[in-house]
Nanobody
Framework: QVQLVESGGDLVQPGGSLRLSCAAS????????MGWYRQAPGKQRELVAT???????NYADAAKGRFTISRDNAKNTVYLQMNSLKPEDTAVYYC??????????WGQGTQVTVSS
């Protein structure tokens, strides 16, 4: 059974930091490119960052220089370190696992709110 469980979302002030975590089932994590997406109210879900099994990363322009994606293969976990947070970063953040020729799996989402 595929499971992606996000955690770490919170209310934070502008300029603050958060680290999101996504724990995946072992069978998924070993095969998948992992990523983070977000969806703000009234907007479409958008890419934040991805990382392949080999460690190649890709970031949305809005995330470059502020966010860092990483993965711990021993813990089957992917992280998103978010620094210098802005109100426009407010969204539900979703963990994604993409397996070639199989498809996408999604977590349930974790709320990040950036507000003073």
């Amino acid at each position: 059974q595929v499971q992606l469980v996000e955690s770490g979302g919170d209310l934070v002030q502008p300029g603050g930091s958060l680290r999101l975590s996504c724990a995946a089932s072992r069978s998924v994590f070993s095969l998948a490119a992992m990523g983070w997406y977000r969806q703000a109210p009234g907007k479409q879900r958008e890419l934040v960052a991805t990382m392949t099994k080999g460690g190649t990363t890709n970031y949305a322009d809005a995330a470059k220089g502020r966010f860092t994606i990483s993965r711990d293969n021993a813990k089957n976990t992917v992280y998103l370190q978010m620094n210098s947070l802005k109100p426009e970063d407010t969204a539900v953040y979703y963990c994604n696992a993409r397996i070639f020729a199989i498809g996408d799996y999604w977590g349930q989402g974790t709320q990040v709110t950036v507000s003073s």
